[in-house]
């Protein structure tokens, strides 16, 4: 850079700016999330938790994001200081933990077992059993990982402790203190759960309760080195031949088993005695030193969610928008992130196919993050509910044509379908912005034949307008309407339309702006060049494939006679070939809200000006815009991550001005 290069020193003298107030926000994140994390910890390990698991995993997950080696991240909670304190001969670490089977494939795929040996896991405190020639010596809580509470005294009266063992054995054994729902139900109802009121009395002084407690084995180890077992499997016999109640165990044999294993037991799991909240997945081979670490890597807790949840598909209906035909299931109420879930989207007939769906169906649905739940799964053979085959239509219900089911869409493919028209009709005045053309005055114009195609809405007048907005008695009497000369002023007011909106406008299934702007940039600038186009060409371009390409031009094949008479005929000013604008060549997401401007306005505002809008902050996303430009949200972590500048709406105006 030139000593006296005054603006090049400027730029950089921003960049650092901007760069420092990343690094401030970042800091003071993770600071936050250190309190918070400690915090909810000493809670749970002392007794009345704050939060549930699911929003104390997005803490933990949060931190590890952003601070990989954060060493809150490798420590538990520690004990209040009511009893005496020693130290475990098993290290009471955390485990690495899947909540998606998405995640546990990933780990999978770096642990491929022969074998994956699977058991639940308890939803308790944790305790180990410390015993010296088969006599049980004491009882120690989890504590920090290394140290816990000495708390013997409750553990002989909790139901599943063995005082003393069948086998001259020295060593610790580690189990769950568990509560059932029938003691939780008809003792404890005050608490919130089972796991809170299981902790809050096994930490007592006068031990008083802890009769009604039990304890659920699943771990051993020998001081002397010589263990009674050869293997995890073996870990349970030895304890099971000892007097305890141990946890069950599934071996299967793929990742693929686990994922269904684990639907089977999301199925059974509100019929337990007790609280499981998912499951453990370990190899054959007993790997003590793994096991030792803090967060050992060769097993994985296998969450259950509170995103995800069985249910029973009852019935299936079939949503209409425009000409095509989306089947929609229809379940039993379950609880999914907070709220009553009870229909789901089933995209096609090719999905219905692929899960082997009927009514009757045990399925699982999830919720992860979005708004629409989805069904991802079928349990097979689950329930005895009889299974019936779902119904798919064939003829259109408003012109009687026979639908087309190409696995991917169930459509109606007569042109002049009445439904088709209209949704068309709506879809122009959404993409176009019209925004005092309402829906209701969209149908009345419909269904007076006022407007048959999208053209006709150019050709009205404002005098056309007056008989939906006055009675006849005040059109005799000569008064003016004012919304009928405010919606002509609107629809005159977008006649000037880009190409990207004016392909999205005609209600091509799947042919959005985003899409036909991805077509413009590879060269497909102008409207004859996309008209001209052909399925493998439009194939061949970034983001489109074999069936987006053929859907396109068949978009355009049918649309074609109006598309040219609107733009050659003079009616709309259409804006085509390569966008030079300010902004070409810069991308920009909007999150949150904005102070000045609608949201849309201001992604109109880009596009205008030869920019581009992004839903997702992506690789090459050129700005993240947001007013809040220090929170933790995701979108906001994703753009510190990517390195992608993050502006706020002052700072945007400024640019694009």
């Given amino acids: 850079m030139d000593l006296f290069d005054v603006e090049a020193a ?144 409750n553990a002989v009266k909790m139901q599943g402790v063995v005082k003393e063992l069948k086998e001259n054995f020295t060593g610790g054994i580690r189990g769950e203190v568990i509560m059932t729902h029938k003691v939780h139900k008809s003792f404890y109802s005050d608490k919130a759960n089972c796991r809170n009121a299981a902790n809050g009395l096994m930490k007592r002084k006068d031990g008083e309760g802890s009769e009604n407690l039990n304890l659920i084995v699943y771990d051993v180890w020998a001081t002397d080195g010589n263990q009674p077992f050869s293997d995890e499997e073996g870990k349970l016999n030895f304890l099971k ?106 995209v096609n007939t090719n999905l219905i196919k692929s899960l082997d769906l009927k009514i009757g169906s045990h399925v699982v ?108 008695e005040s059109q ?14 609107s629809i005159q007011a977008h006649r000037k339309v880009s190409l990207a909106k004016f392909i999205a406008g005609f209600d091509i299934e799947g042919i959005g702006e985003t899409v036909v702007e991805t077509l413009i940039s590879a060269g497909y600038c102008t409207l004859q060049k996309i008209m001209d186009a052909s399925v493998d060409q439009v194939a061949s371009v970034y983001g489109f494939a074999e069936i987006l390409a053929r859907t396109l031009v068949d978009g355009i094949k049918e649309n074609k006679e109006e598309m040219i008479a609107m733009a050659e005929g003079g009616i709309i000013n259409l804006v085509q070939g390569e966008n030079k604008g300010k902004l070409a060549g810069l991308s920009f997401c909007f999150t949150g809200e904005l102070k000045t401007m609608k949201r849309a306005d201001a992604q109109n505002l880009v596009k205008e000006k030869g920019g581009s809008v992004k839903s997702s902050v992506v690789k090459g996303l050129s700005y993240l815009v947001t007013n809040d430009t220090t929170s933790g949200s995701s979108k906001n972590k994703k753009a510190a991550e990517l390195g992608v500048p993050i502006i706020n709406e002052e700072e945007f105006l400024a640019f694009v001005n």
Avoid at 292 to 299: G, H, I, K, L, M
Avoid at 434 to 456: A, Q
Avoid at 476 to 489: I, N, Q, T
């Fill in 241 to 346: 031949n000892n007097g305890f109640t141990v946890v069950p165990l599934q071996i299967v044999h793929s990742a693929d088993e686990v994922i269904a294993y684990r639907e089977k037991v999301m199925e059974i799991r509100k019929t337990l005695d007790y609280d499981i909240d998912g499951l453990v997945i370990k190899e054959r081979k007993v790997n003590h030193e793994d096991a030792s670490r803090d967060r050992p890597e060769r097993q994985i807790a296998f969450k259950f969610s509170l995103e995800e949840a069985v249910s029973i598909v009852r019935s299936v209906e079939w949503g209409e928008t425009g000409a095509t035909y989306t089947p929609v299931a229809v379940f039993d109420p379950v609880e999914l992130n907070g709220t009553t879930v009870k229909r789901a989207s089933l």
């Fill in 365 to 472: 649905v999830v919720k992860r993050g979005e708004i629409i739940p989805k069904i991802i799964s079928v349990i097979p053979g689950a329930g005895n509910e009889e299974l019936k085959e779902i119904n798919i239509p064939c003829k259109c219900e408003t012109c009687g044509a026979e639908l087309i089911d190409e696995g991917t869409r169930l459509y109606c493919p007569n042109k002049n379908c009445g439904k088709k028209i209209l949704h068309q009709l709506l879809k122009w005045v959404t993409v176009v912005d019209i925004r005092d053309l309402g829906e209701t005055l969209i149908n009345e114009l419909f269904n007076t034949k006022k407007v048959r195609c999208i053209s006709d809405f150019y050709k009205l007048t404002a005098e056309d307008l007056v008989p939906y907005f006055l009675d006849k």
């Fill in 476 to 489: 005799e009497a000569g008064k003016k309407s004012l919304g009928a000369e405010k919606v002509y002023a």
């Fill in 10 to 153: 400027a730029r950089e003298s921003d960049r650092a700016v901007e760069e420092a107030k990343k690094k401030k926000g970042l800091h003071e994140r993770i600071a936050d999330l250190e309190k918070l994390i400690v915090r909810y910890q000493n809670s749970y390990y002392n007794g009345e938790s704050e939060i549930s698991d699911a929003d104390f995993d997005k803490l933990w997950d949060e931190l590890k994001q952003l601070d990989a080696a954060n060493p809150i991240l490798h420590k538990v909670g520690a004990d209040s200081g009511n009893f005496t304190k020693a130290p475990h001969i098993m290290p009471m670490g955390s485990q690495e933990k899947a909540a998606t089977p998405e995640e546990f494939n990933a780990w999978a795929l770096k642990h491929p077992y022969g074998e994956y040996l699977v058991e639940y896991k308890l939803d308790g405190a944790s305790l180990e059993l410390q015993y010296n020639e088969g006599k049980l010596l004491r009882a120690v809580t989890r504590g920090d990982g290394q140290t816990g509470d000495v708390i013997t005294d």
